[in-house]
């Protein structure tokens, strides 16, 4: 067993320890899961250092790679490895684990159940970003929508039974669109296989385009849900609205990204023709969910439907970004655009996850989420506001914050690729910035700032627990913006790899 | 050194707001003191000219670097800083004493001490980010350093956030200039598509790619330098795209509306924002820019023109003010007009002379307008009326501050307009003439603002009755404090003395120092028509106003041209209607249709279950029926009884019989 595994299950074994103790106190509890996740987190710090200085990795840019035998019969093993695209997200996915258990501190409802649940999430998101076999990949996938079902469905508020089944059942038709999708892949590669590494190699479906379109359709359809692109997204916002701050930090930062890491993992290499044929989907798919986001997100009067939409804008981002790498043009144009949607696919992680822990603040407080019942908060909860406003002036893409660096990046690939028609669409995606800078300064006049609102009175300050999960993933959006070197010198590689197999 | 000069104010502004409250003790001494640090690095850094390359995405050159035209904008950055800190940190003694009386407590035309970390360290990012500005050698780090700055400027304008007007304010300030910002996203895709097509020996960006170690070749795609060398049609596009926000962060037709909101914030931030940071960007960047402008053919042109148009209509709204800072800020507008038409026609010099003599007047202003602001409770002109005399160290510097704005001989705007105005000539008689009359009107209202202040109060003199509200802290007859009076005769000696820099003597070492020696100044006969006509209008104002102080405009000057309304009406009303439509359709339409579809589930269940089972079960049932009836019948002849049986078998014999009968 690997280190890499024992970064993927070790949050799993502490819960299996957690459930098979009935009474543990609360103390303990909250010890194993933070403890747990914290020394996961370390893991994954120490795998990215040794990465980053070139230990561990193969010829092909993976690194910690294992491979052992599973299901042989159909061509599917445990493999998995980290390279430029998953060593980001699996630091991610700890750090936001790990938030959350901070923030959890003052759970009362059921507690060891929570951090069962949430270290089952923890492993489930890290090996689904470490998978390289799409059955292994698939299987992480559906758990994923298990755990955050129950955790909408028991950890709730409002209509919380309704949009978990919503939820569920829109995400898991979409999983099963993509089972198809996968199905398609197998049976194209000969010999028959799910192993990525394998897929990646020997594109399958090579000589029949028309297969391969239907395939990659199914594909982008299933992790368009997830992601989710316009008209897939409407799934988003109920089960944001009434998930637990802590399951929609996870949701919002972790699970959406299984959409977009499909889509560099296994859409673009895999199917470098269909891709190519079809990038315009992908590009106009994604001005509209830049632009269509935005708007909707503008009128929105509860915080979180309005930051749930906002992250449908953000993923737009993503999305457009890979389309614009389809096309053809300039090379290094197009691999900046693919290192901005993996460097955005991070910073929304890190800026959403840190907005939904806020929005759970003021809920916590006041129960409530409507805009206007707030106002002049920043008086009584000065330190809440500056987080806030600086979570929001990082979504809204400020430089010297995470966001602008994913989103320059995108514009200028997109842009810069040299094709008017692409160059267009992302010029058009450009808008976007406006829109949410816009939505945003909205928030921030109506929660924080004017005069006090019905519910102001109620906003105590963050707590500490909660300063110590929320401080963190902005102090890191900040260094991402200040110093994003050596983010983005892990991504280079990676986005540099994707672009030639795309134009393979 | 490059590193220490924009890193200070950045790090040092950041750490005051981290601290937050805690630092309101000290944060005043401390912002001076980073200040004073700042402009003994831009000095330094003025003298030695470091530069820094580096990487900021892998694979595109970034750096930054202290040339002629940064290290002038980067004094008058830091100078103007330090003058405004120094205002802001001489407030009265009862703040310091934790009397708070900047969040929310003052009313509407109020105007509260500033003496708070928060101030302090925005105001620092505030200049830091200009610094990075006018430093950097690339898109991206100038991009940084402008949008930085403009969510400075809104959490500055919005600074006493209590008041929800303030705040909006602060929000069109920021999302106007942002709208223009977008200009400069796209440029940077749109010079990296130029620098492809182009090709490898893209003129000066691929060289300077080349000398940074020769990575690929589109390395320097973002370098400021290598734009005028984009390939076309790019090349137009990039410049559309810097023009645009350039023009919107310079508060230039059709975007200066924002600046007239911009007024919502402290005086010492409008004296900051107003010159040497903020507008003066977009004018440095098209200074900087000139190249691209030059290499277009048409953007030159364009430029000058909106310049020239912005100076003469945004002059004549500041004619029509009633309000002394809503005079300054149409006046900034106004004057950057000036800059932006130098930079138009080519008069990099005299436009860099214009900004940075410029700076000097508008920060003296705006910060005299706040001392009286802050004692007397007023910027409204009739309500000024005598300030000048109570307050005479004051009133002095703004004459001499209004008097500079006015063009008049020998102060430094005459000569600095005169340079602009002489590249104008060459370019065109018509542009000439319209920034002559934009001079004439500049001359007006410098004259107006002057008189409002210097004329007798009334007698006696009561509390105006026209007064807002009077707000914590301001009362009528206390005297401005004498160490905030101290930046204030630097400032006024400065802004009387800058036109060295168009003399003759001095402007031959400035223009080389800027790179364009060959740029001539204004000849004897132009300098003396202006100033001539500066002096005339001077007179002319005094003479007429003796009487009543008409605003001479109509009200759709006042009204900054109604350019804020038509905006709201064909921008921002429309956007969000269609953002509630969508909104609308998206939770009707598009989650209708699959909330249709979950429906779609359990009616087809249902379905099946009534009708398609129904059936199908009938069916089986009404087999089942049948057989019971026919067993039924079948039952009936089996009686059991010997004679039905003789009886049933003789009438089947007779039957058989008679069948046979009838076939045979």
Known sequence: MTVLSLVIFLPLAAALGLAAVPRAPRRAVLAAWIGTSAVDLALVAALWIRYGTGGGAGSDGIAYEENARWIPSVGAGYHVGVDGLSMPLLALTALLFLACAVYSVRQEHRLRAFAVLFLFLETVCLGLFAALDLLLFFVFFDLSIVGMYFVILLWGHGERARSALTFFLYTFLGSLVLLLGFIGLYLGADPHTFDMVELIRRPPLDGSPGLAALTLLAIGIGLGVKTPVVPFHTWLPPAHTDAPAAGSAVLAGIMLKMGTYGLVRIAMPMLPDAWRRYAWVPLVIGLLGVLYGALVALAQDDLKRLVAYTSVNHMGYVVLALGAAGFSGGTAARELAVSGAVTQMVSHGLVTGALFLLCGVLSDRAGSYAIGRYGGVARGAPVFAGLTAVAAFASLGLPGLSGFVAEFQIFTGAIGAGRAGVAAAAALSVLGVLVTAGLFLRVLHRVLLGGPGELTGRVTDVRRPELAAIAPLLVLSLAVGVAPRPLLDTIAPLSDAVVALVAR | ?664
């Open chain 2, 1 to 664: 050194m490059i590193w220490a000069l924009v890193a200070t104010p950045l790090l040092a502004g950041g750490a005051l707001l981290l601290c937050g409250r805690r630092a309101d003790r000290y944060a005043p001494r401390a912002g001076v003191a980073v200040a004073a640090a700042v402009l003994a690095l831009a000095v330094a850094a003025a003298a030695v000219r470091p530069r820094a390359r580096f990487r900021f995405l892998p694979g595109w050159d970034s750096g930054l670097a202290v040339d002629g035209l940064s290290a002038a904008m980067a004094v008058t950055v830091a100078a103007i800083t330090l003058a405004v800190l120094l205002y802001a940190a001489a407030g009265r003694e009862h703040e310091r004493a934790g009397v708070r009386v900047g969040v929310g407590d003052n009313g509407g035309g109020g105007e509260g001490e500033v003496r708070e970390a928060r101030f302090f360290g925005l105001m620092l990012v505030f200049a830091g980010a200009m610094l990075v500005a006018v430093t950097a050698t690339d898109l991206v780090l100038l991009l940084m350093g402008w949008e930085v700055m403009g969510a400075m400027s809104y959490a500055l304008i919005g600074y006493w956030w209590a008041d929800g007007g303030r705040v909006r304010a602060a929000g069109v300030a920021f999302l106007t200039t942002r709208a223009g910002d977008l200009g400069l996203y796209a440029a940077a895709g749109l010079a990296v598509a130029g620098t492809a097509v182009a090709g490898t020996g893209a003129a000066g960006a691929g060289a300077a790619g080349a000398a940074d170690g020769g990575a690929g070749p589109g390395a320097g795609a973002l370098l400021l330098g290598g734009l005028a060398g984009t390939g076309e049609p790019w090349r137009d596009l990039v410049a559309a795209g810097i023009v645009v926000a350039a023009l919107g962060k310079s508060a230039q037709l059709p975007f200066s509306f924002w600046l007239s909101r911009a007024m919502a914030g402290p005086s010492p931030v409008s004296a900051l924002l107003h010159s040497a940071t903020m507008v003066a960007a977009g004018a440095y960047l098209l200074l900087r820019l000139r190249p691209l402008l030059d290499a277009t053919g048409w953007a030159g042109p364009l430029v000058a023109w909106a310049g020239a148009l912005t100076a003469l209509l945004l002059g004549a709204v500041a004619l029509a003010q009633t309000d002394l800072k809503q005079l300054l800020a149409a006046s900034t507008c106004a004057q950057i007009g000036f800059m932006v038409l130098g930079a138009g026609t080519g008069a990099v010099a005299g436009g860099t002379a214009h900004l940075v003599a410029h700076a000097a007047v508008k920060s003296l202003l705006f910060l005299c307008a706040g001392a009286w602001l802050a004692v007397l409770g007023t910027k409204d002109l009739d309500g000024l009326r005598g300030a000048a005399r109570r307050h005479p160290v004051v009133g002095v510097a703004f004459a001499a501050g209004a008097l500079a704005l006015a063009g008049l001989p020998p102060l430094s705007l005459w000569i600095t307009k005169d340079s602009v105005l002489a590249a104008a000539r060459d370019v065109s008689p018509a542009l000439y003439v319209l920034g002559l009359a934009a001079s004439v009107l500049s001359s007006a209202y410098a004259a107006k603002a002057l008189l409002a202040v210097w004329r007798p109060a009334p007698e006696p003199a009561p509390e105006p009755a026209h007064k807002p509200e009077p707000e914590p802290g301001a009362s009528s007859g206390e005297r401005v404090g004498a160490l905030r009076v101290l930046p204030l005769p630097v400032l006024a000696v400065a802004a009387c003395a800058l036109g060295v820099l168009g003399l003759p003597g001095v402007a031959g070492p400035w223009r080389r120092a800027l790179g364009v020696p060959g740029e001539h100044g204004p000849d004897a006969s132009e300098l003396a028509v202006s100033g001539v006509l500066a002096a005339a209008t001077l007179a002319a104002v005094v003479a007429f106003a003796g009487r009543r102080t008409a605003p001479i405009a109509s009200a759709w000057a006042f009204g900054w041209l109604g350019l804020e309304r038509a905006v709201d009406v064909v921008v921002v009303r429309p956007v969000f209607g269609a953002a509630r439509v969508l909104a609308a359709f998206d939770d009707r339409v598009v989650h209708g249709c699959v909330r249709g579809v979950a429906r779609a589930g359990p009616w087809a269940a249902g379905l099946a279950a009534r009708r398609v089972e129904v059936r199908v079960d009938g069916l089986v049932a009404a087999v089942g029926r049948g057989a019971r009836r026919l067993a039924v019948l079948a039952r009936r002849p089996q009686t059991g009884q010997v004679h039905t049986y003789y009886a049933q078998a003789a009438v089947l014999l007779a039957a058989l019989v008679l069948i046979a009968v009838l076939i045979g």
